[in-house]
């Protein structure tokens, strides 16, 4: 049974910084790419950043680019988000992704961590 278990989330201000990090069980780690979305209140979830599995190559939404980095540690199963500059706008929910395809999908998915970002 594979599990995405997502901690670091948290109450931060404006310009703050957090770590996310997902620990994934059940697949083997080192051959998925792995990913995070959002979801705000009322909104669609969204793409937020991914990482391949072969040359750890990174993609990110134009509304992170040079704020988050995503990285992962495949002696530890585990996926990161680090978040710098946080805004207001960044408040949501994260979740970890398991073979994210298209921006839009994922094999599997964790079950997310808050992150409010007060101005």
């Known amino acids: 049974q594979v599990q995405l278990v997502e901690s670091g989330g948290g109450l931060v201000q404006a310009g703050g910084s957090l770590r996310l990090s997902c620990a994934a069980s059940?697949?083997?780690?080192?051959?998925?790419?792995m990913g995070w979305f959002r979801q705000a209140p009322g909104r669609e979830r969204e793409f937020v950043a991914a990482?391949?599995?072969?040359?750890?190559?990174?993609d990110y939404a134009d509304s992170v680019k040079g704020r988050f980095t995503i990285s992962r540690d495949n002696a530890k199963n585990t996926v990161y988000l680090q978040m710098n500059s946080l805004k207001p706008e960044d408040t949501a929910v994260y979740y970890c992704?398991?073979?994210?395809?298209?921006?839009?999908?994922?094999?599997?998915w964790g079950q997310g961590t808050q992150v409010t970002v007060s101005s």
């Open positions: 059940g697949l083997t780690f080192s051959t998925y790419s």
């Open positions: 990482i391949t599995w072969l040359r750890f190559s990174t």
């Open positions: 992704a398991a073979g994210p395809s298209g921006r839009t999908r994922a094999n599997y």
